[in-house]
């Protein structure tokens, strides 16, 4: 059973920086993708930003230049490096794997930027 369990919320000031990670319970090797999902309240949760098995990424334009993901192989972790974090930043953040037809999910991890 395929677990990713997901840390490093928390509360920030404007402008600061926060790294999520999202450890799974298998290789990730074998996931097509991996990325990181955000969802405000009364939102859908969408997409910040993902990484494929070669290491192509793809951003939201909200976070572009802004925020890295990455992925460790040898730790099964993705991460997600948030620079210069805005108040619209703030919600709850997801991990999600994709392996064939298969999707994944950590559990939630709450971010919050305000001073």
């Known amino acids: 059973q395929v677990q990713l369990v997901v840390s490093g919320g928390g509360l920030v000031q404007p402008g600061g920086s926060l790294r999520l990670s999202c450890v799974a319970s298998?290789?990730?090797?074998?996931?097509?993708?991996m990325g990181w999902y955000r969802q405000s309240p009364e939102k859908q949760r969408v997409p910040v930003a993902t990484?494929?098995?070669?290491?192509?990424?793809r951003y939201a334009d909200s976070v572009k230049g802004r925020f890295t993901i990455s992925r460790d192989n040898a730790k099964n972790t993705v991460y997600l490096q948030m620079n210069s974090l805005k108040s619209e930043d703030t919600a709850v953040y997801y991990c999600?794997?994709?392996?064939?037809?298969?999707?994944?999910w950590g559990q939630g991890t709450q971010v919050t930027v305000s001073s």
């Open positions: 298998v290789s990730i090797s074998g996931f097509n993708a």
């Open positions: 990484i494929t098995l070669p290491g192509t990424t």
């Open positions: 999600q794997a994709t392996g064939g037809v298969y999707y994944y």
